[in-house]
């Protein structure tokens, strides 16, 4: 049995990050990370983890995209902005409002992604891993995770294309 506490210190900031970079949004990370913490619970009573930090990268992760999605379908039910947050150096108001449009924009798109597509893209791109760490996290081979990468990358543009017209 797994000590909670020593994963939860070791792990639980990580977690967090991942959730936060994703969402935007303090609050929902720490949900997010909750929620984690429960799905692993719930793996950890399946079968052993042999790595900690490989499969909550991979829950965050995934909760995280589910929230994003979850967040379209109810701006789209209730036809209200989302207004998103983003934490910029640059004090210009002008550089922040197209960072913080660009980041809503990315966001929505990343929803519209199959989820293994957003996912590899995510860890990427936002946890910055390597493709060596990608596979070794979602249990694929490199390539496989390099030809997922590729297509979100062509699918992501194409989706941000038409979000411009």
């Known amino acids: 049995m797994a000590d909670w506490d020593r ?32 799905s692993a619970l719930r793996v950890s009573r399946r079968e052993p983890v042999k790595n900690w930090p490989a499969l909550l990268r991979h829950l965050a992760t995934a909760r995280a995209l589910d ?29 922040v409002l197209e960072a913080s449009e660009l980041a809503r924009r990315l966001r929505e ?3 519209q992604l199959p989820p293994r597509e957003a996912e590899v893209f995510a860890l990427r791109f936002v946890e910055e891993m390597s493709y060596r760490e990608i596979a070794q996290t979602l249990g694929l081979k490199e390539n496989a995770g390099a030809v997922l990468l590729h297509e979100a990358r062509a699918k992501l543009r194409s989706l941000l294309r038409e979000q411009n017209q």
């Open 7 to 38: 994963v939860l210190e070791r792990n639980g900031p990580m977690v967090w990050r991942t959730a936060y970079r994703l969402l935007g949004s303090a609050e929902e990370a720490q949900d997010c990370l909750q929620e984690t913490f429960l």
């Open 67 to 95: 929230r994003l999605r979850q967040r379209l379908r109810e701006r789209k039910r209730e036809s209200e902005a989302d207004v998103t947050a983003v934490a910029q150096d640059d004090t210009n108001p002008v550089h």
């Open 109 to 111: 798109a990343l929803t």
